[in-house]
């Protein structure tokens, strides 16, 4: 979408601007099937290694961050509800409000990505990476011993720790590239009470990656608490 | 004779001149041109594969081809006719020139979207060809764990980034195509109104948009693997490499009706226009093409009868996979049955359009053997399996395919072809193709297995007409290459209809306008009203 389409009111192939609301949605709505079945191949997988080993991956589930995880998902959901606040802000055309909710969610993106960096280095620091450098000792290995958890299969949990959370750290990046853009467009004044279709879509695709971390959450770090 | 050039009005492909012009473009219409000469060349990159196969396999210990080569080429034939040019060439081609002006809109619902899924494309097929300069990979398009995480020495890893990135490609197409045709119809153009073409892409869409996720997510778990030593297939941690053989086909065989639906569709707009018939069964035909979408998502598990997934999983899959035969008999015989007591003529469209129902309906049939749990354990990684895939991929897809752009390359080019020319090709082809592909059914019964460099004396002979046949079909192919090319300068001009046929494509100057209609059509009557006439006269 360039500047003279926003100021015309919508691109030529549409025949007005809530066709061309419509489709975006759509396209977005459409999207985001695209995207569950890609995270679900990953659940599936999950699924049946866990129904499989499960005292391994309740022992993996054990040697995560449980109080991070808790903080990151506050974060997440925090930042769901600005972001829903910059969606109704553009909608009533408050320009500022807009600007800064986006903002807001940016940080908070940014904080959950932080937290789950620090994660990353603490696996590193205790050898739970998955190929690279896996050989848990002390405090892990003891843990590990305790719930009679083969080492190899422990090793299969981390593979879906990093693999998971992964990919869902690169879905947040992508969406905070996709709020930079939104800011800029929201400073240049390109929204108004008539044309706000991108931030409400981009509230779609941010809103999903928050949801896929709400089961990303339980799935890894919860699991491990039956004892 | 040479006819002059078409000036007389302004079109999509005089409209601006250059390079630029062209790859900036956002019109589906140049887009689908992109499109059709990336896949044209993929098409001979994959050929080339095949022809060094069939020279190879002349003699039962050949001499052509290292045993590593030919694991090598087996595997670039595959990847790159299944990925670069069976599922994109109807869709990206033919469904990008013709969704939009067939429900009448002036272009796809995100036309940047759209020049993006080319790109992504190209970026997908630039890789698998630096792979195969680069030294090739012999995985078999399938890249079955664990030969291809642990064991195999070749470019694996790169291609599997080729085949992921080249995924999103189809994925933008199928999401553009969706939201397309839900929002974007003309006026008038209820459901139960669109062409058949329109249903069948929107089934293939819905496939592309949930199945090609899964094969992306498994690539990347297969990548990860092999760079990180440890995975999720990795039988040393635990993990089951036939994990892997579930989550790709989940994705690759609904990919095979990412190849079969969109050409369903052509054949649906070739038998009525040429038999001058309404179809039979309209709502049964559309409705058949997304049962076939659903079900396609079902029957994964008859690729691994053999594999030791469980015998009641066995069972179930098998049962669903017969299921699958339903709709595609529905569109044989409602086929047939337009044809019945039509008024038919045989331009070469409509041969390439019955010589698809033929090659399809043997396909199919020979495909209920694989489905049964008992004859699939014998003719399970024979030729037999290999002649059935080419039935349908080959002599239903790209029949069609060819069909279709015959039918539609007076409305591409605004120029008509050499008719006979066309008419001898679509029958070298058809000959060419039984030729290649019917021995390799009985080979596959006696025993012989797919992917070997050798073989024992007693198959020469077919395996001598194999070979014998797919030079016959390597020609059939070229003939049109030839006079297509031709046509675009020296073929007389085509007008807006040369066929005579229904549907809104039709209605606009050919080649069409930019934004493809002067205005806004306004639909009202049903698709294939061709029997309107007649029953005015009675």
């Known amino acids: ?227 | 004779m040479h006819y002059p050039r078409i000036e007389s009005h302004v079109h999509y492909l005089n409209v601006n001149y250059g390079i630029r012009s062209w790859l900036f473009t956002t019109d589906h219409k140049r887009i689908g041109l992109l499109y059709l000469a990336s896949v044209t060349f993929m098409f001979l990159v994959g050929g080339l594969a095949a022809v060094l196969m069939r020279l190879q396999l002349v003699e039962p210990q050949g001499t052509l081809l290292e045993p590593d080569t030919f694991n090598k080429m087996f595997s670039t034939h595959g990847i790159v006719m299944i990925f670069f040019f069976l599922i994109p060439a109807i869709p990206a081609v033919l469904g990008n020139f013709l969704v939009p002006m067939m429900i009448g809109a002036r272009d796809l619902a995100f036309p940047r979207i759209n020049l993006l899924s080319w790109y992504v494309y190209l970026v997908g097929a630039i890789l698998t060809l630096i792979a195969i300069l680069n030294g090739g990979v012999d995985t078999g398009w399938t890249f079955y764990t664990p030969y291809s995480s642990t064991y195999s020495n070749s470019n694996v890893l790169l291609v599997g980034i080729a085949a992921f990135i080249t995924g999103f490609s189809s994925i933008l197409t199928g999401l553009n195509f969706i939201v397309t045709i839900h929002k974007m119809r003309a006026p008038g153009l209820t459901w139960s109104r669109l062409p058949l073409f329109i249903w069948a892409h929107y089934a293939t869409s819905l496939i592309m948009l949930l199945g090609t996720p899964v094969l992306a997510i498994t690539l990347v778990l297969l990548a990860l693997e092999r760079i990180l030593h440890a995975g999720i297939f990795d039988p040393k941690l635990g993990g089951d490499p036939l994990l892997f053989q579930h989550l790709f086909w989940f994705y690759s065989h609904p990919a095979v009706y990412i190849m079969i639906l969109p050409a369903m569709g052509v054949v649906s707009e070739l038998i009525t226009c040429f038999s001058r018939k309404r179809i039979f069964g309209y709502k049964v035909v559309a409705f058949s093409s997304l049962a076939i979408a659903v079900l396609g998502f079902l029957v994964w598990g008859h690729h691994m009868f053999v594999t030791g997934q469980s015998v009641y999983a066995g069972l179930i899959f098998s049962a669903l996979s017969f299921l699958v035969a339903i709709p595609s008999a529905i569109k044989v015989f409602n086929w047939t049955a337009t044809l019945y007591k039509g008024s038919i003529s045989h331009d070469a469209p409509m041969l390439y359009a019955l010589g698809f129902i033929g090659l399809f309906t043997m396909g199919g049939l020979t495909g209920l053997f694989l489905a049964s749990l008992a004859t699939d354990v014998h003719l399970n990684g024979t030729y037999f399996i290999v002649a059935h895939f080419h039935y349908i991929m080959v002599g239903g897809t790209i029949m069609a395919y060819l069909g279709g752009i015959h039918f539609w390359w007076p409305k591409i080019s605004g120029r008509l072809y050499p008719d006979k020319w066309a008419r001898f090709a679509a029958l070298v082809i058809f000959i060419g193709f039984n030729l290649t592909f019917f021995p390799q059914f009985l080979l596959g019964y006696l025993g012989m297995p797919r992917r070997y460099a050798f073989y024992p004396q007693e198959f020469q002979v077919l395996n001598v007409l194999s070979s014998a046949g797919a030079s016959v079909l390597g020609v059939g192919y070229a003939i049109p290459l030839i006079y297509l090319i031709w046509s675009l300068r020296y073929g007389p001009p085509a007008g807006p209809n040369p066929w005579g046929a229904k549907g809104l494509e039709w209605q606009t100057p050919s080649p069409p306008p930019t934004e493809n209609f002067e205005e806004t059509p306004i639909v009202t009557e049903e698709a294939y009203a061709y029997a309107s006439e007649d029953h005015e006269l009675v």
């Not at chain 1, 055309?93 to 280095?121: H, S």
């Not at chain 1, 696996?123 to 998955?130: E, F, M, N, Q």
């Open chain 1, 1 to 227: 979408m360039n500047l003279s389409e926003v100021h015309t009111g919508h691109a030529h192939q549409f025949e007005d601007i809530e066709q061309q609301h419509e489709a975006g949605t759509l396209g977005m709505w459409a999207f985001l099937a695209t995207e569950i079945m890609f995270f679900g191949g990953l659940f599936a997988a999950y699924t049946i290694y866990r129904t499989a080993y499960l005292p391994a991956f309740e022992t993996g589930s054990r040697l995560l961050d449980l109080r991070l995880g808790a903080f990151n998902t506050v974060v997440l959901i925090g930042s769901s509800l600005t972001m829903a606040l910059a969606v109704r802000a553009a909608q009533t055309g408050e320009r500022n409000k807009l600007a800064t909710y986006i903002v807001l969610t940016m940080i908070l993106g940014a904080a959950f990505l932080g937290v789950k960096a620090f994660e990353y280095e603490h696996k590193w620091d205790h050898s739970l990476i998955p190929g690279l450098k896996f050989a848990p000792e002390g405090e892990d290995l003891l843990q590990i011993t305790r719930w009679h958890a083969g080492i190899p299969q422990v090793q299969l949990f981390f593979c879906f720790y990093f693999f998971m959370t992964g990919m869902h750290a690169l879905h947040m990046i992508i969406g905070l590239g996709l709020l930079a853009v939104l800011l800029v467009r929201s400073l240049r004044g390109n929204f108004s009470t008539h044309y706000y279709s991108p931030v409400e879509v981009n509230g779609l695709y941010w809103h999903f990656v928050d949801i896929v971390w709400i089961f990303l959450f339980p799935l890894l770090y919860l699991i491990g608490g039956r004892y």
